[in-house]
């Protein structure tokens, strides 16, 4: 079976973990401080990393951070991962949806501006599937209307944006090492931030508010919570850093072979090849109803064939806990076409070109052949 995500884990990676097992320090030591050093080195721009359990504790803690809570409104593409939004609900806020574009996926600058209203204080962009979202537009948006700007780049570790890489801007930017990312740390996130106060938050919301003084004495003077990555995690995280240039390499040449080698066919849209995308997903739109099929039949027919495709993702503005806000269908048409649409086709590092030819040949049968 080609599963759409896969971890490449090696002998490296088992050691370095092995080792942080017999050590006799496994929670959050050493090797997270290390692993923040690296995140900070390989991010640049000046910025300081802070790692966390989970890109999810890590766009709450930046919520927290920031002051964010009841009475504030938080504008976001309604295409992502539930999380995004979830993270604002969880810190008392309104998450504010407001549509993406076609074929970044990315939150439109012009559907955000106008979801801005005199509540709103955080605009949260996410970087989708590793391209960038246009970070010029909504940093002029963000600047006029006084906004907080926190990226969500859980999908854009090794992204480039213009001349920096993406987490190297400065204001809050969170990131997600979970099993199908670039990299990963098994569970595991970070939040890179040029700000020296906010930094020292982030520590005290990441391990129960507490702040530790120089006569070694302790103080607990606002909530914190459980976010802390272990040691464990941070050595695998430090291992795959090294490698993530490769992987990423590999997966832009995996992605360029899939956009040469899949059909040019009016049912099908493909992702544009974008310089700085560090290709986390490769994700197509395919006119179900137009062949006439459904995606639980396609997904069918290609695991039937060795393949499993994924869904990236449900518009987020249509789950009931989000309905529950006054949303429904036709708000976003973009983010909906997306949803309705959307297959993730397979693309890890380790992959073969064979692998995409597989693919691509099972693609040209489903538009040329009998519908399933
Ligand atoms: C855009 C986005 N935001 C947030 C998250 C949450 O990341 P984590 O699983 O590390 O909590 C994900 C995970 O897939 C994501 O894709």
């Known amino acids: 079976m080609l599963p759409f995500s896969k971890p490449s884990i090696s002998e490296d990676e088992m050691r370095a973990v092995a080792e942080v097992l017999a050590s006799g320090w496994i929670t959050t030591g050493p090797k997270a401080e290390e692993f923040e050093r690296a995140l900070a080195e390989y991010i640049g721009g000046g910025i300081e990393a802070r790692v966390f359990n989970s890109a999810t504790s890590a766009l709450e803690a930046s919520l927290l951070a920031c002051g964010i809570g009841s009475g504030d409104e938080v504008v976001l593409p309604a295409m992502s991962f539930v999380a995004t939004a979830n993270v604002v609900v969880r810190v008392g806020a309104r998450p504010v949806f407001a549509d993406v574009e076609l074929l970044s996926r990315n939150l439109d600058p012009a559907s955000a501006e106008s979801a801005i209203s005199s509540q709103t204080r955080v605009l949260m962009p996410v970087h989708f599937a590793g391209l960038a ?65 906010l930094l020292q938050r982030l520590e005290r919301i990441r391990f129960h508010g507490i702040e530790r003084f120089a006569n070694g004495e302790i103080d607990v003077r606002e909530w914190g919570g459980k976010m802390n990555l272990p040691d464990v995690g941070a050595a695998l995280g430090l291992v795959q850093l090294a490698k993530l240039d490769d992987f990423n390499r590999k997966r832009r040449d995996l992605a360029r072979a899939y956009l040469r080698r899949l059909p040019r066919d009016e049912r099908l849209l493909l992702p544009a090849d974008v310089e700085g995308h560090s290709w986390h997903m490769f994700c197509v739109c395919l006119d179900f109803l137009a062949l006439p099929t459904t995606r639980h039949a396609v997904m069918q ?53 064979s692998d995409v030819e597989q693919v691509c040949g099972l693609f040209e049968e489903l538009l040329h052949g009998a519908p399933p």
């Open 133 to 197: 979202a246009d970070l010029a537009a909504i940093r002029e948006l963000s600047a006029a209307n006084h906004l907080v700007l926190i990226e969500d780049a859980a999908q854009a570790i090794g992204s480039d944006y213009a001349a920096g890489r993406i987490g190297s801007s400065g204001n809050p930017v969170c990131f997600s090492f979970h099993p199908n990312k670039n990299i990963t740390t098994i569970e595991g996130g970070a939040v890179a931030s040029a700000d020296p106060d």
């Open 301 to 353: 027919w290609f695991r039937e064939r060795g393949v499993i495709l994924g869904v990236h993702y449900p518009a987020m503005h249509l789950f009931s806990l989000y309905r529950r806000l006054g949303y429904s269908e036709g708000d976003f048409p973009v983010a909906e076409r997306i949803a309705a649409q959307t297959l993730t086709l397979p693309l890890f590092p380790a992959m073969q070109e």
